[in-house]
């Protein structure tokens, strides 16, 4: 991965906005027409680093998928190819309804967002062609590659990973390893992911967080170039500035994840 590629991730911060408000366009079409999977991962997204796009899961027996590319800004639909840059997002639902009901599936304006979604993203109006789209996607692609090599790596790990995906809700792209079966509220696993900024940070950041959450007086020294985040959740975090430090980005992150989970393994007595 170029560093150039990835921007400056302190700069971000409108682009996520734009980008989070046009993937509810994919979790909308996605909850309105496939049948509910236990977690919501009927409404997940895949990252698709060849086409730089989030992708639904198939929405009929057609194997029919919404996707989203970031850069440009463009909603592809069944081969059709809806332009979203000066768009209103009233029109976007409107026009994506149009093709859904054209291959005889149900509007996505029929399954309304059922959680709060952060207030630059509500507020917004018009889906335009901010700064750092582009780089944005480039985190995406970094993630999807860090997060896919390392879940295929762990293969002497059972119950083992989750499929890498990118939740609507809060626009991280994660897995999350069960190092046991068991009930979810209990089992010990760890999540390992990439937020885009959030209300922790302001710029994309690696997480990996044990569960359940260890006692922060009893965690080691944080692992290179990360440190340790206690505020709402514990967990090992990288943030963009941090990787940005690191000469080779795509190693770095990798070797950031790999040593974390391996802290949190044994933090979980694993």
Known sequence: ????????????????????????L??????ANIVPLSGDEHSNLGWDVASRSFQTRALNDAGTIVELSLSPLV?????????????????????LDAKLAALGLKSASSAP?????????????????VDGLDALAAWYDLAASTLNQ???DLGDITPGPS???????HFDIATYVSLEAGDAEEARGIGIGLSPGDGSYAEPYFYVNPWPSVAPEKLPAPVTP?????????????????????????AGSSMFVQRSFDVGRKLLGF
């Open 1 to 24: 991965m170029n560093k150039e590629r990835l921007g400056d991730p302190t700069k971000l911060g409108n682009a996520n906005a734009m980008a989070h408000a046009a993937s509810q």
């Open 26 to 31: 994919l979790y909308r079409a996605a909850a």
């Open 75 to 95: 909603l592809n639909i069944g081969g059709d190819k809806l332009p979203l840059e000066t768009v209103s997002i009233e029109t976007a639902i409107s026009l």
């Open 113 to 129: 967002i059922p959680y709060d979604l952060p207030a630059n993203v509500m507020s917004l109006q018009i889906f335009e062609a």
């Open 150 to 152: 390392f879940a295929r």
């Open 163 to 169: 499929e890498v995906r990118c939740w609507p809700h």
């Open 226 to 250: 990360g440190h340790w985040h206690t505020e709402g959740f514990v967990g090992s975090v990288a943030t963009g500035s941090e990787i940005m430090s690191l000469q080779d980005v795509s």
